[in-house]
């Protein structure tokens, strides 16, 4: 059975700091693309971050860019999001999401998401 369960969400004050983490199990996770998204209220979700499988790098919504850092600790099977500066806009429920695509199948997980508040 494949879990995903996020953690480490809150409320923080602007210009705080929050790590969140996505820990996994029933999937090879160092094969998998880790994916960070967002869901603010009443709006759509939307990407936040990604880390490729194999060492092949991340990369950023650029509403995120240099606030935020994605990392993954494979022998953890832990996917991690580092967030700095947090703004107001910044609020919303995060997900976590894996990712394998093969030529004949894809295998697409999702967390149950942890909420982020950001507030003074």
């Known amino acids: 059975q494949v879990q995903l369960v996020e953690s480490g969400g809150g409320l923080v004050q602007p210009g705080g700091s929050l790590r969140l983490s996505c820990v996994a199990s029933g999937i090879p996770f160092s094969t998998y693309t880790m994916t960070w998204y967002r869901q603010a209220p009443g709006k759509e979700r939307e990407l936040v971050g990604r880390?490729?499988?194999?060492?092949?790098?991340?990369n950023y919504a650029d509403s995120v860019k240099g606030r935020f850092t994605i990392s993954r600790d494979n022998a953890k099977n832990t996917l991690y999001l580092q967030m700095n500066s947090l703004k107001p806009d910044d609020t919303a429920v995060y997900y976590c999401?894996?990712?394998?695509?093969?030529?004949?199948?894809?295998?697409?997980?999702w967390g149950q998401g942890t909420p982020v508040t950001v507030s003074s």
């Open positions: 999401n894996a990712l394998w695509t093969g030529s004949w199948r894809t295998y697409d997980y």
């Open positions: 880390s490729f499988s194999a060492g092949s790098g991340e």
